[in-house]
């Protein structure tokens, strides 16, 4: 990856065993190269998302959005991706995760930190709500947080 021009160039292997090679589209803008700059950071600081192990996908009602999760092998950090697949329309619909391959329990709510935004959402069991506006990201990339602060957790002072 080449983070300066925001081109990609690499080699896969096709399910045949032959390799292939691809080349994604050069950015087309500034904010482009940005986005792309801002993933390869949150890869790097990441661990789970440097192995494909922990790899678990999780349901979602729309087929134009895809989610899946990483987990750190020692059952630390967990990461959640949910894509939007088309690229022209904003797409919406309910996640059903896999809170057990998230590490998380039906009972406690957890934070989703959205790593590529810095927003953060409050959630509580399996089923949350997600939309997807291409024009503005074509993707969530959550930090899961299992404890969630509560009024409880502050000193008041008066």
């Not at 991706?81 to 957890?110: I, K, R």
């Amino acid at each position: 990856m080449n983070e300066a021009s925001g081109s990609f160039n690499g080699y896969y292997r096709s399910p045949t065993g032959n390799k292939d090679q691809f080349t994604l589209r050069q950015a087309d803008s500034q904010s482009d190269k940005e986005f792309i700059a801002r993933v390869n950071r949150i890869r790097r600081e990441n661990p789970p998302l440097q192995s494909d192990r922990g790899l678990a996908f999780h349901g979602v009602d729309n087929d134009s959005l895809i989610a899946y999760s990483k987990r750190a092998e020692d059952g630390g950090d967990s990461l959640l991706m949910v894509v939007n697949l088309d690229p022209h329309h904003t797409q919406a619909g309910w996640l059903e995760l896999d809170l057990t391959a998230l590490g998380l329990t039906a009972e406690a709510a957890f934070q989703a930190h959205d790593l590529l935004s810095d927003a953060r959402y409050l959630w509580r069991g399996a089923r949350n709500y997600i939309a997807l506006d291409p024009r503005h990201s074509p993707a969530h990339l959550f930090g899961i947080r299992r404890r969630v602060r509560s009024e409880h957790d502050f000193d008041y002072f008066l």
